[in-house]
């Protein structure tokens, strides 16, 4: 079975901190995402990447970058995280099924 | 605008009653695929319709992908508690020159015992 891990279920930062999500496939998947989910919204694409060192933004990239160092992990930036940042925020890898998602990082800004 | 219609937005059954979600886009889908998610959680993979037409089936969920390729439907048979959670649809979308995986905005749906 694909696994797709997120480094933390829940995090609670400061507004203004550089927050780190961290995202790991073990099957060895080009392509990997990052999607924010809020109530009503559905699941934005924020970033997505299709190889080493590749990064294409998505829907909602602003106030966000993403780093694809090796293959099996794709990490999510928050470069000074906001109050609006608050949300629930989902990794995923792509296989010929679709996608396997991570079990998603809650995370709140105060 | 969200490409990918989804309705209803929320669903409260009585155990054992059968429901329908639905899945509406405006453009040919190459690739529709219907997910699960339990509350606060990442989301599970059901199934993928690919061909117009088509029809799957896994325990008492039933999809279905119609002709032209823009519908979807997920039915749910004799509906348990344990179905209870968020139906998302999502798809393949070409745009831009690259393919990109968008989802409608969820039904929750609520099995009452």
């Known amino acids: 079975d694909v696994k797709v891990t997120q480094s933390s279920r829940y995090l609670v930062k400061r507004t203004g901190e550089k927050v780190f999500l961290e995202c790991v496939q073990d099957m060895d998947h080009e392509n990997m995402f990052w999607y924010r989910q809020d109530p009503g919204l559905g699941l934005r694409l924020i970033y997505f990447?299709?190889?080493?060192?590749?990064?294409e933004k998505g829907d909602i990239p602003e106030g966000y970058s993403v780093s694809r160092e090796k293959k099996e992990r794709f990490s999510l930036i928050l470069e000074s995280a906001s109050t609006n940042q608050t949300s629930m925020y989902l990794c995923a890898s792509s296989s010929r099924t679709g996608l396997d998602f991570g079990q998603g990082t809650r995370l709140t800004v105060v | 605008s969200q490409e990918l219609e989804q309705s209803p937005q929320s669903l409260i059954v009585q155990e054992g009653k059968n429901l329908t979600i639905n899945c509406t886009s405006s453009?040919?889908?190459?690739?529709l695929y219907w997910y699960k998610q339990k509350y606060g959680e990442g989301l599970i993979f059901l199934m993928m319709?690919?061909?117009?037409?088509e029809e799957k089936s896994h325990e008492k969920i039933t999809a279905k992908l119609d002709e032209k390729k823009q519908q979807s439907s997920l039915h749910i048979t004799a509906s348990q508690p344990s179905h209870a959670g968020i139906y998302l649809c999502g798809a393949d979308h070409f745009t831009s020159g690259t393919y990109k995986y968008i989802f409608g905005t969820g039904t929750r749906l609520k099995v009452l015992a």
């Open positions: 319709l690919q061909k117009g037409g």
């Open positions: 990447s299709y190889d080493v060192k590749m990064k």
């Open positions: 453009k040919t889908l190459y690739g």
